[in-house]
């Protein structure tokens, strides 16, 4: 039913031009958003051999891994140079002196997933070798390292055509025989959501996050009207987490994690988890939070009402099953704000007259509501549910094969 939807969305979205017959890159990964790590908003360049060990044992130690967050991505600055000879991509000596495939094996040890890091142009951002016209014998050491993920940035690509050099990279990936998650980082510059399904595993829809709370919110308004492009195996990606980075508030922190979970986006960690607060680790160990983003239906919520004075809006997304996520969110400055939620304003939900059971996601704590369900919601923060019918009966509003739903 809800895919099918979600079809008919898509048709509507895209020109029939550009639709392709397979709606994802198809190397079985990613079916649901990937979870894990990176080092780039905590370390930029500061990586080592060292750190990385530490950071796989934490995974484990904390419990996060056995939560879903498996991926462990080296970002920027692993490399240096390339063999005069092979040309083949070379780590940087001084701080990887067991080399790549020794680290991969350190991971994989760890019941983790390895990722790395290129860029689709002549150098990296950081002005280390690129791949650009060397994809085929850049991807085949990936697949000897034993990576499981390429994240592919934008820089020194001189205003090269980012859908043929993704592609080059795509074929090459394909070609080592090795499924390896696509992560494209095109920073959102030339609308990849209307074309990357095909290419990517996830596509960057803009510029990189930072710590605030300025930055969140932008990005958010950025991700939240793409969301008919997010499907299994091909995901809108809002960047990495900054729960645990700069001066954020646990209410902010809380806002973050529950709006890129719901938004389907990767969950990939990018703080300190060896020094984690425990109110940052309460946060990202949230198993219920966790389920939204992993509901196999993958349908990228959004926001479905406003206020006038935008700050305060009502977020809603299907789940698998008939269920719903309902968020509600208060943007602004002033505490206690009361945000209700009309089961009208939310598209392809189910009559007025629909009781629902309404799981607090963040409490330990349900109800029941018809019709409408009102809460007081903190500045910065969520109330956010799980909703579901309190019986399964033919009261979904529009739209629907109420057959598929027995
Ligand atoms: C390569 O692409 C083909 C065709 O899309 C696909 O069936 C296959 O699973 C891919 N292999 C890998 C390793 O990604
Ligand atoms: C490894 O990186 C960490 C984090 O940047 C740094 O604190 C540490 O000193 C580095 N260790 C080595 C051996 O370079
Ligand atoms: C956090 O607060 C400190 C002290 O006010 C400030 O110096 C720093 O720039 C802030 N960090 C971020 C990322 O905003
Ligand atoms: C709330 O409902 C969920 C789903 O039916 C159930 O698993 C959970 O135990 C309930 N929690 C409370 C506090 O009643």
Same mark, same amino acid.
Request: proline residues 4%; charged residues 20%; contains cysteine.
């Given at each position: 039913?809800?895919?099918?939807?979600?079809?008919?969305?898509?048709?509507?979205?895209?020109?029939?031009?550009?639709?392709?017959?397979?709606?994802?890159?198809?190397?079985?990964?990613?079916?649901?958003?990937?979870?894990?790590?990176?080092?780039?908003?905590?370390?930029?360049?500061?990586?080592?051999?060292?750190?990385?060990?530490?950071?796989? &044992?934490?995974?484990? %130690?904390? /419990? =996060?891994?056995?939560?879903? +967050?498996?991926?462990?991505? #080296?970002?920027? @600055?692993?490399?240096?140079?390339?063999?005069?000879?092979?040309?083949?991509?070379?780590?940087?000596?001084?701080?990887?002196?067991?080399?790549?495939?020794?680290?991969? &094996?350190?991971?994989? %040890?760890? /019941? =983790?997933?390895?990722?790395? +890091?290129?860029?689709?142009? #002549?150098?990296? @951002?950081?002005?280390?070798?690129?791949?650009?016209?060397?994809?085929?014998?850049?991807?085949?050491?990936?697949?000897?390292?034993?990576?499981?993920?390429?994240?592919? &940035?934008?820089?020194?690509?001189? /205003? =090269?055509?980012?859908?043929?050099?993704?592609?080059?990279?795509?074929?090459?990936?394909?070609?080592?025989?090795?499924?390896?998650?696509?992560?494209?980082?095109?920073?959102?510059?030339?609308?990849?959501?209307?074309?990357?399904?095909?290419?990517?595993?996830?596509?960057?829809?803009? /510029?990189?996050?930072?710590?605030?709370?300025?930055?969140?919110?932008?990005?958010?308004?950025?991700?939240?009207?793409?969301?008919?492009?997010?499907?299994?195996?091909?995901?809108?990606?809002?960047?990495?987490?900054?729960?645990?980075?700069?001066?954020?508030?646990?209410?902010?922190?809380?806002?973050?994690?529950?709006?890129?979970?719901?938004?389907?986006?990767?969950?990939?960690?990018?703080?300190?988890?060896?020094?984690?607060?425990?109110?940052?680790?309460?946060?990202?160990?949230?198993?219920?939070?966790?389920?939204?983003?992993?509901?196999?239906?993958?349908?990228?919520?959004?926001?479905?009402?406003?206020?006038?004075?935008?700050?305060?809006?009502?977020?809603?997304?299907?789940?698998?099953?008939?269920?719903?996520?309902?968020?509600?969110?208060?943007?602004?400055?002033?505490?206690?704000?009361?945000?209700?939620?009309?089961?009208?304003?939310?598209?392809?939900?189910?009559?007025?007259?629909?009781?629902?059971?309404?799981?607090?996601?963040?409490?330990?704590?349900?109800?029941?509501?018809?019709?409408?369900?009102?809460?007081?919601?903190?500045?910065?923060?969520?109330?956010?549910?799980?909703?579901?019918?309190?019986?399964?009966?033919?009261?979904?509003?529009?739209?629907?094969?109420?057959?598929?739903?027995?």
């Amino acid at each position: 039913m809800f895919p099918t939807l979600r079809a008919a969305f898509l048709a509507l979205f895209l020109h029939a031009s550009t639709i392709t017959t397979t709606f994802a890159l198809d190397n079985g990964l990613g079916l649901t958003p990937v979870m894990g790590w990176n080092s780039w908003n905590k370390f930029a360049c500061g990586i080592n051999e060292t750190l990385i060990h530490s950071i796989a &044992d934490a995974l484990v %130690s904390t /419990g =996060l891994r056995d939560l879903g +967050y498996h991926y462990l991505n #080296l970002d920027d @600055c692993w490399q240096l140079t390339r063999d005069m000879g092979s040309g083949k991509i070379k780590e940087d000596p001084n701080k990887f002196p067991s080399g790549m495939k020794a680290l991969g &094996d350190y991971i994989h %040890s760890k /019941g =983790l997933k390895y990722g790395l +890091y290129s860029d689709a142009g #002549l150098m990296t @951002c950081q002005r280390r070798p690129g791949s650009l016209g060397l994809e085929t014998i850049d991807a085949q050491s990936y697949a000897d390292f034993g990576c499981d993920y390429l994240k592919y &940035d934008n820089c020194y690509a001189f /205003g =090269l055509k980012p859908q043929k050099r993704y592609e080059a990279m795509r074929d090459a990936l394909n070609a080592t025989g090795r499924p390896i998650f696509f992560s494209m980082c095109e920073w959102g510059a030339l609308d990849p959501a209307t074309w990357a399904t095909p290419i990517g595993n996830s596509w960057r829809t803009t /510029g990189d996050i930072n710590p605030t709370w300025g930055s969140i919110l932008e990005i958010l308004d950025r991700n939240d009207p793409l969301w008919p492009y997010a499907g299994p195996g091909a995901w809108n990606d809002p960047d990495m987490l900054e729960v645990g980075n700069g001066n954020l508030t646990v209410e902010q922190q809380r806002s973050h994690f529950t709006l890129w979970a719901i938004m389907k986006a990767p969950l990939i960690l990018g703080n300190d988890i060896r020094t984690i607060s425990q109110e940052s680790l309460d946060i990202i160990t949230n198993k219920k939070i966790i389920a939204i983003n992993q509901d196999k239906l993958g349908a990228q919520a959004h926001s479905v009402w406003t206020s006038d004075e935008k700050d305060t809006q009502v977020w809603a997304g299907p789940l698998d099953e008939g269920e719903f996520v309902i968020v509600l969110f208060n943007r602004g400055d002033i505490n206690n704000v009361e945000i209700a939620v009309h089961w009208k304003d939310i598209p392809d939900f189910y009559t007025d007259t629909t009781t629902m059971v309404l799981e607090d996601l963040w409490c330990d704590w349900n109800t029941t509501a018809t019709g409408s369900f009102t809460a007081k919601v903190q500045a910065h923060d969520v109330v956010a549910f799980r909703a579901s019918p309190t019986k399964k009966s033919n009261n979904l509003r529009k739209n629907v094969n109420l057959q598929s739903q027995a």
